[in-house]
C-alpha cells in the first residue's frame, strides 16, 4: 500500500485540503492554503515539497 499524506502550506505550516499519494509528482502547482489564504507555486515529488515562487505582496484594500 502506498503511502499517503496531506501538503502542508509552505508558509503557514497548516495542512491543506490536498492529499498525495507518494508515486504522484506536481510541477508548477498553484497551491493555496484555506488557514492564511495564500497561493503558492509549488512542485512535489516522492511527497518532497520545492516552493518555485514567492507569493507577491498584494494591495490593501480599504
Not at 507518494?22 to 511527497?47: A, G, H, R, W, Y
Amino acid at each position: 500500500m502506498k503511502q499517503t499524506d496531506f501538503i502542508l502550506c509552505p508558509i503557514c505550516k497548516n495542512k491543506t485540503r490536498l492529499k498525495m499519494r507518494e508515486d504522484t509528482e506536481l510541477k508548477n502547482f498553484p497551491l493555496f492554503c484555506p488557514k492564511c489564504k495564500q497561493e503558492t507555486l509549488i512542485s512535489v515529488k516522492q511527497l518532497k515539497i520545492t516552493i518555485l515562487k514567492e507569493p507577491d505582496a498584494e494591495t490593501q484594500s480599504r
